[in-house]
């Protein structure tokens, strides 16, 4: 039996949360993990190593950057991909977000969530060729 690849969600909006998780679960090719804010996507990587991370930015208490410079500052960490998923896409942001090596960011409002599944899947499918 093949197993499945996880992905770390950290989304504080919960129903965009909870749609999230649906479609992937849907899939039945991923285990889904998730948390509502950087320190709990902190606390799930203690248990967890997914093989990517969905990462909105703007976050409660401790914000997506943060995070971002937490990940990349911890050895067993730093090389987990991330594609950030925001709302806001200035491009400071993205550029910040780019050299703090992220393998995509997306701007919640250009794109469907269909979309957006559609880049995971292909990124997973792609990492699974190697």
Do not use: C, H
Not at 27 to 51: M, R
Not at 79 to 94: A, C, H, L, R
Not at 111 to 121: A, N, P, Q, S
Request: charged share 25%.
């Amino acid at each position: 039996m093949e197993t499945k690849r996880k992905i770390l969600i950290i989304e504080d909006e919960e129903p965009l949360q909870e749609a999230i998780q649906a479609k992937f679960r849907s899939k039945n090719q991923y285990q889904v993990l998730t948390a509502f804010s950087a320190e709990a996507g902190l606390g799930v990587l203690v248990k967890e190593t997914p093989d990517l991370i969905w990462l909105d930015l703007l976050l409660p208490g401790m914000g997506g950057f943060q995070f971002l410079q937490n990940l990349r500052s911890t050895p067993q960490w730093k090389n987990i991909p991330v594609m950030v998923v925001s709302v806001s896409g200035t491009p400071e942001k993205i550029q910040r977000a780019f050299e703090l090596n992220v393998i995509d960011y997306i701007v919640k409002s250009q794109y469907r969530l269909e979309d957006i599944v559609k880049k995971v899947d292909d990124f997973m499918t792609s990492r699974a060729d190697k």
